[in-house]
């Protein structure tokens, strides 16, 4: 089996608290949330960062892009709006080296951040 954390959770081999999921596509809650909503949107395909991502993961990334628009009106922010983010690489503050868009809502981001 993997050792990546979050194709564990694909797989359903590890636990979590899932929001949404197509097939290429899966959403969960983070587990230490920094927002009173914060999920995480990955592509169920493995792709370790964004500097891994070719012209063939166009269509993945996109499809978590809709996926967070959607989970945009299902958490009632559409309007009120949220935060989308890729951290990606040392000096972006990645640590789970498999793609994903922080989802995060509900609270003032700080400008800079
Ligand atoms: P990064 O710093 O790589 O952009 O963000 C990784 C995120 O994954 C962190 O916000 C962290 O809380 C979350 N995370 C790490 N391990 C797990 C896990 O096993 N389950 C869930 N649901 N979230 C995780
Ligand atoms: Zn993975």
Do not use: W
Not at 10 to 20: E, G, W
Request: overall charge neutral; aromatic content about 8%; glycine content about 8%.
């Amino acid at each position: 089996m993997s050792d990546c954390v979050f194709c564990r959770i694909v797989a359903r081999h590890s636990h979590a608290d899932v929001v949404y999921e197509d097939d290429a596509v899966l959403a969960f809650r983070d587990i230490y949330p920094k927002a009173p909503v914060h999920l995480l949107i990955v592509p169920k395909r493995h792709i370790a960062s964004l500097v891994e991502a070719g012209p063939d993961d166009a269509m993945v990334l996109g499809q978590c892009v809709v996926a967070a628009r959607r989970l945009a009106e299902t958490t009632g922010y559409a309007e009120k709006g949220f935060r989308l983010v890729v951290n990606t690489g040392p000096e972006g503050g990645q640590v789970v080296y498999h793609v994903h868009f922080h989802f995060t809502a509900g609270r003032r981001p700080r400008a800079d951040a």
